[in-house]
């Protein structure tokens, strides 16, 4: 099975200030194409909204995943974030929760952040968060450098699921040795190996994926790019490499996060 692990749409299919086609039947075009069996669908706080993903998924059956979204930072004090976290989201039918520092404008560790992972830790069955990992946004300013960041997270909850979208990008190696000892975490390629392609940055991926395979996972970052794209590149990128380790990027390592079969 081929899962994609971070794909976006949108009600009217419009994507930002581009030309992109976000629509809901073009990602069903392009999983077709690519072979995709299921894909997890992500909202973005402040742009797309929780309650549309749901709408969207449940029109598409099982193929799509749902996953929420929820900004901290739009909160004044941590107690109002984890508050609002709480009554919006727990016991709602979501598979992921999905944090956008970058585009909501925090620091992954600012208090409001840290507080509402708190709330989610104590959960039953915390979901899963899908991190962006690229932090830096114009007038931002971070406590610590974003692997020491992303380290200081998995460490403090040990009970959350920790997928690392898009890998910090260029650093994607170093992020893999921060977060060894972490079995709580896992690096996505989505972007990334689209972006880094024929860069040296393709080297690194081979190598995580034949040393790093069982916790690496991969998508598409659709629509910014699709599957097909997406494949390609990662069967040059692990070209020398064993079958039974881009299985695991794939689809199995996601399998058993999201507890699917």
């Not at 930072?73 to 974030?81: L, S």
């Not at 020491?148 to 920790?162: A, K, T, W, Y």
Request: glycine fraction near 6%; proline fraction near 6%; charged fraction near 20%.
């Amino acid at each position: 099975m081929i899962i994609d692990s971070l794909t976006h749409v949108t009600p009217d299919g419009r994507w930002f200030d581009t030309a992109y086609d976000a629509s809901e039947s073009r990602l069903l075009r392009e999983m077709d194409s690519a072979g995709v069996e299921r894909a997890v669908v992500v909202a973005l706080a402040g742009y797309i909204s929780n309650e549309y993903v749901l709408d969207a998924c449940a029109r598409n059956g099982s193929r799509w995943l749902a996953g929420a979204s929820f900004d901290p930072a739009a909160y004044p004090t941590p107690e109002h974030a984890a508050r609002e976290f709480r009554a919006q989201l727990h016991g709602a039918p979501f598979q992921v929760l999905k944090l956008h520092p970058r585009l909501n404008h925090y620091d992954p560790l600012d208090i409001r952040c840290l507080a509402v992972l708190d709330e989610l830790s104590s959960w039953k069955q915390p979901l899963p968060v899908w991190l962006d990992t690229l932090f830096y946004f114009s007038g931002g300013q971070l406590q610590r450098p974003p692997l020491d960041s992303i380290h200081h997270l998995v460490c403090r909850f040990p009970g959350i699921v920790f997928v690392l979208l898009h890998g910090t990008g260029a650093s994607m190696l170093s992020l893999a040795e921060t977060v060894r000892d972490c079995p709580n975490a896992f690096v996505d390629l989505s972007l990334t190996l689209c972006r880094y392609a024929r860069t040296s940055v393709m080297s690194d991926i081979g190598f995580l994926m034949s040393r790093f395979d069982r916790r690496t996972v991969c998508g598409s970052d659709f629509p910014e790019y699709v599957m097909s794209d997406v494949l390609a590149e990662f069967d040059r990128a692990g070209m020398d490499i064993s079958a039974e380790k881009p299985r695991n990027v794939l689809g199995r390592n996601l399998q058993a996060i999201l507890r699917i079969n």
